[in-house]
């Protein structure tokens, strides 16, 4: 394969780390209050991997954003003034929310919840107006990004391609969904991540290339999501602190496997995928 | 070497119904589905009004109440009987689907003392939200699609997004076929809220039929819709060897960022142009003789869109129709590029193009042929549908009629 990693970059939020801040790569400052955690995670993790790639901002049309996002993610502490406004008599009431509730909601909510936006402010802040892909919501969902991605430099369509996972997981949302399946995630397995590769056609980058692509299949196994719940398995065993081997880390798994030196990468996911790739350096 | 591939299959869920023969007469006939809001007491909220669909209760129910994957389920078993015989090899669903929205009720019942999360799994998925992915995991399983699906999440551009990428993998013979298109039910008090609160949808309560009004002066935001579209997609060779019935060839996808605003798009169509020429491109072609626009009826968007159409088209701009589906049902937000797809693949097998309603008054900027208010005959081999998302995600396939004149 023709297909190179010239950059990489990562955000793992430590366990009460409430987020990062992305001041520094925006190029706006006025945007940041249309940031979520994931937003801030994602310009992060992307700015960092552009830079590692020796690669400048505004990348223009032929660079890609090829993403893959976790869960929708909701605070508590957004909700809980709009439920509290839409009570009548202990009962939701849909007169009381229509007319009092749903005005408390903080009116930039959706922009910072919305799993379109980590593209967006990417886009935005790195000047990147290719094609993209957002997928949703596990780690199998990033190697489609990532096959589309390599699918897309080997055509010529485009000459870079940010490859990404983010995930905001420490919310009352996540941490429901995370907990009702079967296997569930215990809170503390779950971290705020995001991983992104810059890739490049290999005969493009020429001493830039940190690594090659080898290799990569993805199979699935339908199955019937009303009545189980594939286990999830995977080989990624980090051993540098924060992260250990059993972290669930979203879709940005891959990408953060890679950053910490890892060249083979497997995992089998909740979503019945079996994901697996191997990377060499050069 | 990139294969051709063709539609064999579609199914649609609309607010004009839910068969696709009769979605077509009745956008050819220029009615509208935008209805008063009936599935819950919207009375009080800014915006009252939205283009609702009907699904079977049992299904629904069976959907474990969601909207949604109730739609995408059965416009998939309609593409699929559609089709015909099951196309050969591995198959991948590729889907835009539209967020879960929680239900505030839930949230009550969770903060209550003594909560206790529901014992079986399909009542856990169920309770507060309903993951959306489940819907491409359920096609996957009842129609035997055995490759790796995928759930597509960029906004209004989901769906041509979904059947761009199914063309990429089934024309580069990366999977045989593909089970594509979008589901989308954002019809709830939060959905409602959410998009009233941002001031996006019409608040034209008293007259339902007449609030979308795509390029018209005094449009004032878009209806929401709900719904689904399914497309059947396989390479040309094999439908031809097995005897499928043929609607249409999809010929070219193109996507773009805007990079440029939140909520707004790019002031000279930037990103559109972009998406709109990377799908002519790859199609191979350098215009079309028909577009299905984006057409939201809301201020930002439609001027743009025109002059995005305009810097594509040049001199030909202006005779070229542009029609706008989401005058009659609405926005159906992830489905919408899907169920304007089909709109336009039944429009071009009649050699007609369905009207743009309610456009009374042209707003200046707006410049192009819309076609308002009357169907026309119009013979045309190529229609290029467009959706933008917010958060400047745009995307555009081309369609070429089957079987083609030229």
Redesign the interface.
Known sequence: MNIAVTGLGQVVLAPGERTIDPMQFLVARK?RK?MGVQDDLAVVAAARAVASAGLTA?LG?RAG?FFA?G??P?EETD?AP??AG??VDG??S??A???V???R?H?LL??RC????P??HV??NL????????????P??L??AL??AC?ALEVGAIDVALVGGVAHQHNF?VE??L????DPVRPDDARDAAGVLVLERASDAGARVRLRLESMS????????????PARRESFPVTAPPLAASMELGPATLPIALCEGHRTHRVETR???VCESTWSEP | MRARVVITGMGVVSPLGNEVGTFVDALLAGRSGIRPITH??????PTRIAGESEIEPALLESS?GDRKIAFARYAAARAMEDAGARPRGKGSVVMG?G??L?A??H??R??APGFT?PVS??D??S???T????AV??L??EH????????????CA?GT?ALG?AF?LVA?G?RDWALSGGSDSMIN??GA??F???SATSTRNDEPTRASRPFDRRRDGFVMGEGAGVLVLERLDDALARGARIHAEIVGY???????G??EPHPEG??AH?AMK?ALDDAGVDTVDCINAHGTSTPKNDPVESLAIERLLGERARHVPVCATKSMIGHLISAAGAVEAIASIGCMQQGMVHPTINLDEPDPACRLDYVPHVARAHAHDTVLSASY?????NAAIVLRRWPHAR
Request: charged fraction near 15%; include cysteine.
């Open positions: 945007t249309f505004p049309e954003v996002v869960y929708i909701f909700m709009v439920l839409s009570i009962q939701f849909m007169r929310f229509s007319e509730g749903y005005q909601a009116p959706a922009f919305l799993p379109n936006m593209v967006f886009s935005l000047g990147a107006q290719g094609p993209y892909i957002v997928a949703y919501p596990g199998g969902q190697y489609f096959e589309q699918a949302l429901h969904h907990a009702r399946t079967d993805v199979e699935y196994r339908p199955f019937d999501p009303l009545h189980e719940t979503d019945g995928l | 819950f007491d919207a009375s009080a909220l474990l689907v967020l879960e929680f505030m009720e949230l009550l969770l903060r999360m799994l399909a856990r998925l309770f507060l939200q993951p959306s992915d489940l995991h359920l996957s399983r035997g699609l055995t490759a790796p699906p995928t759930c597509l999440v960029s906004a989901a997004d990428h990429r580069t990366r008090p939060l809220a959410g009233a609160a941002l193109g996507s773009s960022l805007d990079a440029h939140i909520s930037r990103g972009l990377r998302g917010f958060g400047g995600h």
